[in-house]
């Protein structure tokens, strides 16, 4: 049985600079799981999210030079490059066909199944109105309603302020229930 090594992050990313491929196992085994919850939450699909996965860590292995250290976590490099990545399949035209064609014929399904919380909560059209807040905002809002970060565990994850944290979480839910309230 190979030994498990574990990394600090700086060790890590100087592997990684280096494209060693033992530090991207490690990257993939102990980042894949919480970037495809993120996913999964985004696109409502399982296959979907497998392939957006996917192609997120051929991303991060083929940009890995252009991860900065200076400005931030590589976490949150990451989770910014995974949920670009899913928004852009969201917005694509061959998503958005295949889409409303599924919708089409799920939809009276859709309408009585109230045993999925996330097709519930969506109801509330909650997670279209996301893709209208600040970038800043939407990643604190998908931390914490849909990961279980706390406000504390947000602020050390991304390197910013607890105070920073509290005040982007509270204008984000303002402007959600503006949103809410127009439609």
Known sequence: MEAVNKYSEEELVALLQRQDKQAFSYLYDNYASALNNIIVRMVEDIMLSEDILQEAFVKIWNNFNQYDQSKGRLFTWMLNLTR????????????KKQSKISGDENSVNNLSDTSNPHLKFDSLGI??????????QRIIIDMAYFNGFTQDEIAKELGIPLGTVKTRMRTAILELRKMLHNN
């Open 84 to 95: 670009n990545l899913a928004i852009d399949t969201l917005r694509s035209k061959g998503y």
């Open 127 to 136: 997670r279209k109105q996301l893709f209208n807040l600040k970038p800043e």
